[in-house]
Every structure is written in structure tokens, then in C-alpha cells.
């Protein structure tokens, strides 16, 4: 079975600065996706940036890039130059390519952004 | 194009009702997902569906919960006889298919049973 752990509950950055949010995730599969999703208050879930498994390339999205670490099995999220709207639950998840039925989430960090 | 949409946004029952929920996935979607969320987790995975089979429910889905998908476009999910246990927030979600990475999410149906 698939699982994804977020070992920080809540966190909270200055305005401007930069934050990161880990992400670790257990699996057998080689071949999958990584996600990691905001969830403003009272609002829907959006993706922020994914990762295919198969790339080397860490995947950049404007201010926000991860650090995927395939053999460690982590995947963060970098936050720079943070700003009030990011203030969010942010969720990472994992799909895999053979086991693509369903995406699994971790628990989720509270993210706070200071102005 | 308007995205995933689910209705009703909210629904307060009292226990024991029956509540039906609707999603609306986005029109080239074959794929949908229904997840439920309480408070302070994750979403956890219910049922999902390839256009209209259902092809995996979790055991979470027990025996009180049913979900269709017409003709493989919107989607029901109905609770029989609710508990406060079911209490959360349910979300839907669509993907065009098998490996093609993200899922989009409506805004959730919060039920509230009293």
C-alpha cells in the first residue's frame, strides 16, 4: 500500500521569505506522479506542481519548486518569496502509474504567512 | 469550461436521513473520484469510477453509501440512514484518465449531520 506522511502539522513564514515543507512517501512502484496541492480556506483544492517519477529534473512553478529525492523517497516543497495568499493546508500526494485508481494524501501542513 | 462543480455546498441533516450529493466532473473527464475529508486530514479515497463503472470502493464506503454514474457523466453519492460519523467534507474530483497526472477537485458538498 501506498502512503504519504507529512511530519509538519503547521508552519509559518514572513512575508517574503522562504519556506519548505516536506513530504515522505512509501511505495513499490518505479513509475508515478507526486503532487502537492493547496487548499485555501473554504476553498477548493488546486494543484501548486507535480513531479513525474521518472524525470531527474526537480519541477519549478514560478515560486515554487520541490526537491525530489526519488531514492529517499521525499519530495518538499519550496515556497520563496512568500506571500499572504499562500497562506493554505497544503497536501502532498502520490498516484502511481500501475496502481492509478486512486491518489493518496498525506495529512497535510497548515501553512501561515506573516505579513 | 467551469471546472468540477458539486452541489449542494452544504447539507445539514439530522440522523438517520438519506442525503444525495451531486458532481458535475469537467465534460471530457472519464475518470471521477469521490473523497471524504474531516477535519485536520487528508482526503481519504471513497470510490472512483471509469466512465460509468465503478471500478474500486473503499472499505470506508460501507454497506450506507451508494454511488452511480449515469451514463458516464455526472455522479451521485447518496448516504442512507446518516450517523454524526459521517459528518465531513466530500469531495469530487476528475482526471481525463489512467497516467495523466493531476486531478481537478470541485469545492466539496460539507454535510453536517445533527
Known amino acids: 500500500a501506498q502512503t504519504v506522511t507529512q511530519s509538519q502539522p503547521e508552519m509559518s513564514v514572513q512575508e517574503a521569505e522562504t519556506v519548505t515543507l516536506s513530504c515522505t512517501y512509501d511505495?513499490?512502484?518505479?513509475?508515478?506522479?507526486l503532487f502537492w496541492y493547496k487548499q485555501p480556506p473554504s476553498r477548493q483544492m488546486i494543484l501548486v506542481i507535480r513531479q513525474e517519477a521518472y524525470k531527474q529534473q526537480n519541477a519549478t512553478e514560478n515560486r515554487f519548486s520541490v526537491n525530489f529525492q526519488k531514492a529517499a523517497k521525499s519530495f518538499s516543497l519550496k515556497i520563496s518569496d512568500s506571500q499572504l495568499g499562500d497562506t493554505a493546508m497544503y497536501f502532498c500526494a502520490f498516484a502511481g502509474w500501475d496502481t492509478g485508481n486512486q491518489f493518496y494524501f498525506g495529512t497535510g501542513t497548515s501553512l501561515t504567512v506573516i505579513p | 469550461d467551469t471546472g468540477v462543480s458539486q452541489n449542494p455546498r452544504h447539507k445539514i441533516t439530522k440522523r438517520g436521513q438519506n442525503v444525495t450529493f451531486r458532481c458535475d466532473p469537467i465534460s471530457e473527464h472519464n475518470r471521477l473520484y469521490w473523497y471524504r475529508q474531516t477535519l485536520g486530514q487528508g482526503p481519504e479515497f471513497l470510490t472512483y469510477?471509469?466512465?460509468?463503472?465503478?471500478?474500486?470502493k473503499s472499505r470506508l464506503l460501507s454497506d450506507r453509501f451508494s454511488a452511480e454514474r449515469p451514463k458516464g457523466s455526472f455522479s451521485t453519492l447518496e448516504i442512507q440512514r446518516t450517523e454524526q460519523g459521517d459528518s465531513a467534507m466530500y469531495l469530487c474530483?476528475?482526471?481525463?484518465?489512467?497516467?495523466?497526472?493531476?486531478?481537478?477537485f470541485g469545492q466539496g458538498t460539507r454535510l453536517t449531520v445533527v
Open positions: 511505495t513499490s512502484e518505479n513509475n508515478y506522479y
Open positions: 474530483a476528475s482526471t481525463r484518465g489512467r497516467r495523466t497526472g493531476e486531478a481537478f
Open positions: 469510477f471509469q466512465n460509468e463503472a465503478q471500478l474500486e
